[in-house]
């Protein structure tokens, strides 16, 4: 059984087409990354996947069913960026109406210690920071023990530690069979702590496997020379350059290429080549719009 199934899926807002197009399956128990930069469609991607914006075209399924029928079996838990929390209500109050609602849910102590709140059960949420609100969040979208767990950037407001905790929690529940899909800026994040990438650019799916796989869609190398005042976008293979410490480091999806054209322009002092990471196949993938 796939926990998710996206046929087709595209949504406009007015001309701007945000999602183009998308066709995805998830299996059941799969951690996947939705990487992509701002304005990609991750948002409107899993706003339509949670039921709560309507797809244009294609459909949505969850565990075989409609989003609104998997939500109301208890399938389905969802962190938003932002929002979401009662005003004047405590952290206690809003997982206890909670736990009541859901059909398995996992006791209030468990939620507030997977998210880290223990303690601050009497606090209201306008007294919580960024970070607590943002756990609060979390707390909510897995205290009725969804199979799947939709995270939309989960840890923006979130400071490294409380990261690192947040992603140990992630990897706990999901180990246990869960599915849980996130979306993330963070290339880190997605590499870590995601069995398979998908990047997303301009609404569409750039590409989709493992980090690994994800690396080798483009064969992206780092060559560096020392820098002189010269434009090097123009170069052939060149899809990135910055200047670092007196070097221009380019990002070329074909080395060969652009070392020749750095030799024919009599650029070529004390030249180094590198493979390089996931951040630079990434930029490579979304300038390139394969
Ligand atoms: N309510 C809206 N009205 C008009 N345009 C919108 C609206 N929401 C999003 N868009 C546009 O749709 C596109 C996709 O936005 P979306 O929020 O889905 O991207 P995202 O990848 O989640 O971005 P971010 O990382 O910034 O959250 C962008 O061009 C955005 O400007």
Redesign the pocket.
């Known amino acids: 059984m796939n926990a998710v199934d996206l046929e087709n899926l595209s949504y406009t807002?007015?001309n701007?087409r945000?999602v183009d197009d998308i066709t995805l399956t998830v299996p059941a128990g799969e951690v996947v990354a939705v990487l992509?930069?701002?304005?990609?469609?991750?948002?409107?991607?899993l706003l339509m996947l949670l039921g709560l914006l309507p797809a244009r075209t294609g459909r949505v399924r969850l565990f075989g069913r409609t989003p609104q029928a998997a939500a109301a079996a208890g399938q389905v838990g969802a962190m938003p960026?932002a929002g979401g929390l009662l005003p004047r209500s405590t952290v206690g109050d809003l997982l206890t109406f909670l736990h009541k609602v859901y059909p398995k849910p996992m006791p209030v102590a468990e939620a507030l210690d997977l998210a880290d709140l223990t303690g601050l059960a009497g606090r209201t949420v306008e007294r919580l920071s960024g970070g607590q609100a943002q756990r609060l969040r979390f707390a909510m979208a897995v205290i009725g023990r969804p199979d799947l767990l939709v995270l939309d950037?989960p840890t923006a407001a979130l400071d490294v530690e409380a990261r690192r905790a947040f992603w140990t929690a992630i990897r706990h529940y999901a180990s246990q069979g869960r599915t849980v899909l996130f979306?993330t800026?963070y290339l880190e994040e997605a590499d870590a702590n995601a069995d398979r990438i998908v990047v997303?650019d301009r609404?569409r799916v750039l590409a989709d496997g493992t980090a690994a796989e994800v690396k080798r869609r483009v064969t992206v190398r780092t060559v560096s020379v020392q820098h002189q005042d010269q434009d090097y976008s123009v170069l052939p293979g060149v899809v990135a350059f910055a200047v670092k410490d007196g070097r221009a480091v380019l990002t070329s999806t074909d080395s060969d290429a652009t070392v020749l054209a750095l030799a024919e322009a009599g650029l070529l002092r004390d030249l180094e080549v590198a493979g390089a990471g996931l951040e630079d196949a990434y930029l490579a993938l979304t300038r390139l719009e394969v």
């Open positions: 807002y007015g701007v945000a992509g930069p701002n304005g990609a469609g991750k948002s409107t991607t960026q950037e979306s800026h997303l609404g």
